[in-house]
């Protein structure tokens, strides 16, 4: 019968589109978790960052030395030592940087 060959090739034909279909799907499922694992790492390590400069924001302490006297701002500037010990805080400074003549 002629009519059922031509019937039996259009259902092949089906039969293999029907797969072809279902790997691609398979496949599209394993690139979506592919890239959708790269884009949350991204996503994860900008977080990160940025809650890193946020607590190095906070640990960074800036005070206005408009009126600090301009000859404590020298010594400083000039003596690197002092500067870290005391550019934290020079407004507090209660004893005299350089020793005092007797």
């Not at 000859?71 to 004893?95: C, F, H, K, Y």
Request: aromatic fraction near 4%; charge should be neutral; proline fraction near 6%.
């Amino acid at each position: 019968c002629n009519a059922c060959a031509s019937g039996d090739a259009a259902g092949a034909a089906g039969g293999v589109t029907l797969v072809l279909v279902i790997v691609l799907a398979v496949l599209g499922v394993f690139v979506a978790f592919f890239f959708g694992t790269i884009i949350l790492q991204k996503v994860i390590q900008r977080h990160m960052f940025l809650l890193a400069k946020r607590a190095e924001a906070q640990r960074i302490v800036v005070r206005d030395l408009r009126h600090v006297d301009p000859a404590i701002m020298q010594l400083l500037s000039n003596s690197p030592g002092l500067v870290q010990d005391r550019i934290q805080d020079p407004l507090s400074m209660t004893e005299p940087l350089m020793p005092q003549p007797v």
